[in-house]
């Protein structure tokens, strides 16, 4: 069955940068990675998406050109290097696997399947 473990998250000073990791196993390939955030009081919202085969990225404007979302066959392990950190960046940060979806479907959490426990960025 698919499992996702995220972790890396943590404390950091706003400007700076956090490179938070999901080991994914378990699942089909082609398939659609994302992460998701959440902060209190907010709904849960998509930040970055990935395609797991051919390698296609998404973003949200709040996070495009800070965040790269990244992929790594061998270990199964899929990345998101955030930069230039902002408070209102902090809330637990979730992956999500699930299919492919045309425009904007890849942020809706309706369409991701499976979910990490999520791991805590805190920018302050």
């Known amino acids: 069955h698919v499992q996702l473990v995220e972790s890396g998250g943590g404390l950091v000073q706003p400007g700076g940068s956090l490179r938070i990791s999901c080991a994914a196993s378990g699942y089909s390939y082609n398939l659609l990675m994302a992460w998701f955030r959440q902060a209190p009081g907010k709904e849960r919202e998509g930040v970055a998406g990935?395609?797991?085969?051919?390698?296609?990225?998404y973003y949200a404007d709040s996070v495009d050109g800070r965040f790269t979302i990244s992929r790594d066959h061998a270990e199964n392990t899929v990345y998101l290097q955030m930069n230039d950190l902002r408070p209102d960046d902090t809330g637990t940060y979730y992956c999500a696997l699930g299919r492919q979806c045309r425009g904007g479907g890849w942020s809706s959490s309706s369409t991701r399947e499976y979910w990490g426990q999520g791991t805590q960025v805190t920018v302050s």
């Open positions: 990935i395609v797991t085969g051919g390698g296609t990225q």
